[in-house]
Antibody, heavy 117, light 108 residues
Framework: QLQMQESGPGLVKPSETLSLTCTVS??????????WGWIRQPPGKGLEWIGS???????YYNPSLKSRVTISGDTSKNQFSLKLSSVTAADTAVYYC?????????WGQGTLVTVSS | EIVLTQSPGTLSLSPGERATLSCRAS???????LAWYQQKPGQAPRLLIY???SRATGIPDRFSGSGSGTDFTLTISRLEPEDFAVYYC?????????FGQGTKVEIK
């Protein structure tokens, strides 16, 4: 059974860079059968797709965030990561990682990141 | 970007009743790549339906999806107590992948 777990700081200062890692167990991000993605949800609001990465390193970003987002993968650790630069209070959200096999069929539990000084 | 509009915003129903949720796309969803997710408070979304009408693994058959092109529907034939939650549609036929704003199914 595939499991995914987000990790990273829960508090980030405005203008700094948010960094999160997703650790995958029960499956390999290098298997080539899926993409791996990040989604966020501001408190009390809906879901927003941030971007995805393929095992080859190809990435796809939401144009609304593209200038600030970097998603990378480390197949040796079976992890992939999110970096979001120049954060503001509007980036406060629960951040989820997910397996993207077309739809998003496996999700991490999510981690709340608050942007505040 | 494809905009997905869900209706109604809130659906107030009793256990045992039928729930019908709508998702309308601003343009045709490629290959009917439309998914439905259920989210309960404090939990991650759970995939219910993909490809507009295929149930994900382990999803009870009271959940069904239909539609094509720009109009899609999620039907819960008989609401169980655990079905009261927020439901999101999402298209994955074109980039960027987009979600609807959600429909809350609440106990009447």
């Amino acid at each position: 059974q595939l499991q995914m777990q987000e990790s990273g700081p829960g508090l980030v200062k405005p203008s700094e860079t948010l960094s999160l890692t997703c650790t995958v167990s029960g499956g390999s991000i290098g298997s080539g059968s899926s993409y791996w993605g990040w989604i966020r949800q501001p408190p009390g609001k809906g879901l927003e797709w941030i971007g995805s990465i393929y095992y080859s390193g190809s990435t796809y970003y939401n144009p609304s965030l593209k200038s600030r987002v970097t998603i990378s993968g480390d197949t040796s650790k079976n992890q992939f990561s999110l970096k979001l630069s120049s954060v503001t209070a509007a980036d406060t959200a629960v951040y989820y990682c997910a397996r993207v096999s077309g739809p998003m069929d496996y999700w991490g539990q999510g981690t709340l990141v608050t942007v505040s000084s | 970007e494809i905009v997905l509009t869900q209706s109604p915003g809130t659906l107030s129903l009793s256990p045992g009743e039928r729930a019908t949720l709508s998702c309308r796309a601003s343009q045709s969803v490629s290959s009917n790549y439309l998914a439905w997710y259920q989210q309960k408070p404090g939990q991650a979304p759970r995939l219910l339906i993909y490809g507009a009408s295929s149930r994900a693994t382990g999803i009870p058959d009271r959940f069904s999806g239909s539609g094509s092109g720009t109009d899609f529907t999620l039907t819960i034939s008989r609401l169980e107590p655990e079905d009261f939650a927020v439901y999101y549609c999402q298209q994955y036929g074109s980039s960027p992948r987009t979600f609807g704003q959600g429909t809350k199914v609440e106990i009447k």
